[in-house]
């Protein structure tokens, strides 16, 4: 099952009306940074190197 144009219109469409247009741009903001965390995590890929354990 495959989304078209119209079925994608129509999501935009509900979202706007649920969330508002002031909103709208936050909630992408906040969904574009929650994919790339996730995407980096399934990847491996740190911005931090592994810390080393130091023995006392």
């Known amino acids: 099952m495959r989304l078209?144009?119209?079925e994608l219109l129509i999501i935009f469409?509900?979202?706007?009306?649920?969330?508002?247009?002031?909103?709208l741009p936050?909630?992408?903001?906040?969904?574009?940074?929650?994919?790339?965390e996730f995407q980096r995590g399934m990847r491996g890929d740190d911005d931090e190197p592994p810390q080393k354990k130091e023995h006392p």
């Not at 469409?13 to 909103?23: D, H, K, P, S, T």
């Open 26 to 36: 936050d909630i992408g903001r906040a969904l574009g940074r929650s994919i790339r």
């Open 4 to 6: 078209g144009l119209p």
């Open 13 to 23: 469409a509900i979202i706007l009306l649920i969330v508002g247009a002031r909103r």
